[in-house]
């Protein structure tokens, strides 16, 4: 076992214990729950709900641009590989059509004081093409002032040069995702994906030198041909440059559900024990560096918005992965993007097709969703201050009137004994505290409150909690 901070422990030992499917929740109740009897007009109803609730706070909106012009095997997201720019002519097109359709059944010109551009690659799209979409989204909604707003974009750096990054930062984007995901030349051509570190750092230096008030980088442990040795350099690449936030996803080999993940070998995949080593190499090196574990992949600087709002109990968590508004409702536009307002859950179609063919006949193009019922909002508050603050309160949760929460969730609470017993968190009569040694493993937390996944057997759809 190796100390390392106060806002984790990693005990390799009990990590292997513990490794096992489970849920990310970015939402509750998760995507794989939703159903195609949810329709538009459950979306509407939706809204028309949180307008008579009175509730008229600020909007945070998710644009995904699912184009990208070459394959990364390892990506799982939602892309289309393609170098023909007509196609995101056409499909720019169409989701101005949403735009308008959302911004009429939101009603007139509503704030926005988050907006992310997710992909795919949004950075597909030419400079002219990015400001035509932009002015769009503008003529709907009122967005916040550069100060106050969050307007964030991925990027991947070998897309953009110095001056595009210039560009953006006058289009109005005010914090920047770059993806690194590891910078060994030999992992990048089992993935291919072959990006140089002095691109990257181009890239990086010019958000700084333009005035983004965050960057944030990606990086991947577990690929091919990795190991602890080969990727200590990465890391140390990355903490040199000192980005405000770094976030280390754990490579979860699913060939059955993503095609482009077929041409990984499988016998180039190191082992769990070499993974979980990789794992601890992360954790000792960031936090030795200053970073704040803010929870699952993320670490933050003590002085950045996710670090300070997780020391103010103001962390929020949605489908983007941990943020300072994501409690404001999120409205997605673009093939396959969810929304989360108030009550309901709510997901675009996922091929372009479908997506086109709802537009064209003047529908929304929800594909599916979810009503959450009373006891779903209730876990869904549950997970979520568990994932964002690893405290639990009981006073703070909307129980029904004259209802305890240790008898509510009595049966979710006896399957919290065993974490108990291997000293993953304690228990008292005012609710739940998660240890230094358990926040790696929140995910297996969450998941004893889950009420879906005992309903009986389980396919193999998530990834590994650890």
């Known amino acids: 076992m190796i100390p390392l901070t106060p806002s984790v422990e990693f005990d390799a030992a009990l990590v292997r214990k513990l490794n096992q499917m489970g849920p990310r929740y970015t939402s509750y109740p998760t995507a794989d729950r939703f159903s195609a009897d949810f329709g538009a007009a459950d979306y509407r109803a939706a809204v028309a709900r949180l307008d008579a609730a009175g509730d008229r706070v600020p909007l945070s909106l998710y644009v995904h641009i699912p184009f990208c012009e070459s394959l990364c095997y390892y990506c799982g997201c939602n892309k289309i590989i393609t170098q023909d720019r007509r196609k995101a002519v056409e499909y720019l097109d169409y989701l101005g059509c949403e735009i308008a359709l959302q911004a009429g059944v939101l009603g007139a010109r509503r704030q926005v004081e988050q907006l992310h551009f997710g992909g795919g690659t949004p950075t597909y799209l030419s400079d002219a093409q990015m400001d035509g979409l932009l002015d769009r989204l503008r003529a709907h909604f009122d967005f916040a002032p550069d100060a106050q707003g969050e307007f964030s974009i991925e990027v991947d750096p070998r897309t953009v040069t110095p001056a595009r990054i210039a560009t953006l930062r006058r289009q109005g984007f005010n914090r920047i995702s770059l993806g690194i995901q590891d910078f060994d030349p030999v992992v990048q051509r089992a993935v291919n994906r072959v990006q140089s570190y002095e691109q990257t750092l181009a890239v990086l230096h010019a958000a700084r030198d333009c005035g983004f008030r965050s960057i944030s980088v990606d ?37 059955q559900l993503f095609k482009s993940q077929r041409l990984i070998r499988a016998e180039d995949l190191p082992d769990p024990d070499s993974k979980l080593a990789m794992l601890g190499l992360c954790i000792d090196k960031l936090t030795a560096a200053g970073y704040v574990y803010i929870g699952m992949d993320h670490f933050a600087l003590p002085d950045d918005d ?33 929304s989360a307002l108030g009550d309901c859950y709510s997901q675009n179609e996922k091929t372009l097709s479908a997506y086109y063919e709802r537009l064209d006949h003047g529908e929304l193009p929800v594909a599916r969703g979810i009503v959450l019922s009373e006891d779903d909002q209730l876990r869904r508050a549950v997970i979520s201050r568990l994932m964002c603050d690893f405290i639990l309160d009981y006073d703070r949760l909307p129980l029904p009137a004259g209802v305890a929460a240790r008898d509510y969730f009595a049966a979710d609470l006896a399957r919290l004994r065993p974490l108990e017993d291997d000293g993953l968190l304690c228990m008292g009569s005012r609710g739940v505290r998660v240890k230094m040694r358990g926040r790696l493993l929140i995910r297996n937390i969450c998941m004893a409150f889950d009420r879906y996944l005992q309903q009986g057997p389980q396919p193999v759809r998530y990834s590994r909690t650890i």
Not at 307 to 335: C, I, K, W
């Open 306 to 338: 996710l670090a300070r709002s997780q020391r103010e109990g103001r962390l929020q968590r949605n489908f983007q992965g941990y943020s300072t508004h994501a409690d404001a409702p999120m409205v997605a536009l673009g093939v396959s993007a969810i």
């Open 219 to 255: 990086l991947i442990y577990g690929l091919p041909l990795q190991s602890v040795a080969s990727f200590a350099p990465t890391l140390d690449k990355v903490i040199a440059t000192r980005p405000d936030r770094v976030a280390i996803y754990n490579y979860a080999h699913m060939p």
